[in-house]
């Protein structure tokens, strides 16, 4: 039977399909205009993955906490009380941004506390290698490109994708890239980044889809070793009369003279300098982290019946490894690996029980 639908019938779906799509949407960003975590609250739930850098994570926490409260209160001013339309409130609402820049050697948790960061707020997070990148019409990948991971983690939700957080790993390698390639400089992937960290609106293109993503609202976190940024620093606290320690005074023009560019850095107003991870640092993140590499461990062998254990100078020892091997807290899985390696592959179905590892059986196992 043919039927034929009325235009006020069309309308009124129309309208309950637009009605059905905003609910949508409001639930996946409700969690954001809900958001009520002071800076101490989500420092607490920080402590218990990231390790030491009391300092850091306080500075961290604050800026976040600030970030995603703001940014919570304008949307629900906008969709609750206004009832006006979410993609409409994203480009018109405006709040400052504290993007983060993280100062520090290698493996102290510079990626791992932006990560955790984002889980504990509930953002989509992208991880973005920017020795990967490189200007356009040269080897390498396009700063755009950091769009489409960001979507992807978003789950393809551009409305969730732009209240996200995105790390910016090794920022510090991007002063300038090798000359095997044309004349290939850090210094346009810096100013390509600049568009996208201080917030523009983008058009990302999925095949035949056009979809919009701005990152007026994207927190960016940046992180870096800065190798001899210290000096720097400590030459022109010297030459200004500062007192103290140079980690409390790093600033944007201590960077530029390490070789970025000036209104790059100015995007990042808060920064941290994260310490190198002590021994008793790499202990605590074996047996108190809640993502603690050795309890993965334990947990694996546990299912075959053989309870791990290992005593106080054995995790001495193998965070003495770590902190000798300068790996910091992403080698411990490396070195539990090869601590535990044969009885992992041998002790399973042939033995049950309590397996006691001391410091000499660590140092028979790294030799």
């Known amino acids: ?32 205009i809900e958001f009520n975590s002071t800076p101490s609250e989500l420092k607490k739930e920080m402590d218990k993955f990231v390790i030491g850098q009391e300092k850091g994570k ?36 405006r709040t400052p941004k504290a993007n983060i820049l993280i100062v520090g050697p290698t493996g102290c948790g510079k990626t791992y506390t932006a ?27 396009e700063t755009g490109d950091i769009l489409v991971d960001l979507l992807i983690a978003a789950d393809g939700n551009s409305h969730v994708a732009q209240m996200g957080i995105v790390y910016l790993d090794e920022i510090d390698k991007i002063l300038t890239e090798t000359l095997a390639f044309k004349d290939v400089s850090g210094k346009g992937v810096q100013k390509g980044l600049l568009k996208l960290v201080e917030g523009m609106d983008n058009i990302v293109k999925m095949g035949k889809e056009r979809i919009h993503l701005s990152t007026k609202h994207v927190l960016f976190i940046a992180g870096g070793v800065f190798e001899d940024i210290e000096s720097i620093v400590k030459k022109r606290m010297a030459k200004q009369g500062l007192l103290g320690n140079w980690k409390d005074h790093l600033m944007a023009e201590d960077l530029v ?38 309890k993965a461990y334990v947990n694996d062998l546990k299912a075959w019946d053989i309870d791990l254990v290992l005593t106080d100078d054995a995790l001495t020892e193998i965070s003495r490894r770590a902190e000798q091997e300068g790996t910091g807290a992403r080698g411990l899985t490396s070195i539990l690996h090869r601590v535990l390696f044969e009885d992992m592959y041998s002790l399973p179905g042939n033995y049950t029980g309590e397996l006691v590892m001391d410091e000499m059986y660590v140092r028979s196992r790294l030799r």
């Open 257 to 294: 003279k390490f070789g970025m560019e000036r209104q790059l850095m100015g995007r990042f107003p808060v920064k941290v300098v994260y310490d190198q991870l002590t021994i008793q640092d790499l202990k605590d993140i074996m047996t108190k982290s809640e993502d603690s590499p050795l």
């Open 115 to 141: 990560e955790i960061a984002s889980m504990l707020v509930g953002v989509p997070f992208a991880v973005e290698d920017l020795t990967k990148f490189s200007e356009v019409g040269y080897v390498g990948m």
């Open 58 to 93: 306080k500075i961290i926490a604050t800026a976040i906490a600030f970030h995603y409260k703001r940014l919570g209160t304008a949307l629900k001013e906008a969709v609750i009380q206004k009832g006006e339309d979410i993609d409409e409130v994203l480009k018109t609402t």
């Open 1 to 32: 039977m043919y039927y034929s639908m009325s235009q006020q019938s069309k309308q009124r779906i129309e309208e309950k399909i637009a009605e059905l799509k905003r609910q949508q949407v409001l639930e996946a960003v409700e969690h954001i």
